[in-house]
């Protein structure tokens, strides 16, 4: 079987083996769009329902909100909802109770739906240092002992 005989033999291995493709895993995307109006809620559904992968679509005219489910990247929804006209940008808000100063610059919102502020990635804002989460527990209702402290 000589060298070209080897070559040929793994040339037609290699190229049998499919290559596999990423899987993609279900997500879920949310937008924050400015909707007027039942028509401007009617245009954002057509629109994120056109992107390729897109299961469902819910539409929030209260939050302001858009929410894409499916086999979907955050850009294309991104600018799928763009192409709209309207302002938008990826969902920005977090629950109260993920972040651990909600009233610190650049986290208060008031804008903001109820129960709701900005995310952050600081974490002077997002976390308590030791001593903050120190005194948060002595004075905590859940703490047995805290009525002696006072």
């Known amino acids: 079987m000589g060298v070209s005989g080897t070559l040929e033999y793994l040339s ?9 493709k990423k899987k993609k895993h279900i997500a879920t995307v949310a937008v924050k ?13 057509n629109a994120l329902s056109g992107v390729k992968g897109a299961k469902s679509v819910e539409v929030d005219l209260k939050q302001q909100k858009a929410t894409v489910t499916g086999f979907v990247e955050p850009k294309k929804v991104l600018k799928a909802a763009q ?17 651990a100063h909600p009233y610190a610059t650049g986290v208060y919102d008031k804008k903001a739906p109820p129960n709701f502020v900005r995310a952050t990635t600081d974490p002077a804002v997002a976390h308590l ?10 004075f905590s209702d859940e703490n047995p002992n805290a009525c002696n402290i006072m």
């Open 12 to 20: 037609e291995v290699l190229s049998s083996v499919k290559k596999s």
């Open 33 to 45: 769009i400015r909707m007027d109006c039942e028509g401007c809620a009617r245009k954002v559904k």
């Open 83 to 99: 192409a709209t006209g309207k302002k938008c940008e990826l969902w920005p808000y977090v629950p109260y109770s993920m972040v």
């Open 129 to 138: 240092n030791p001593v903050e989460e120190q005194y948060s527990l002595m």
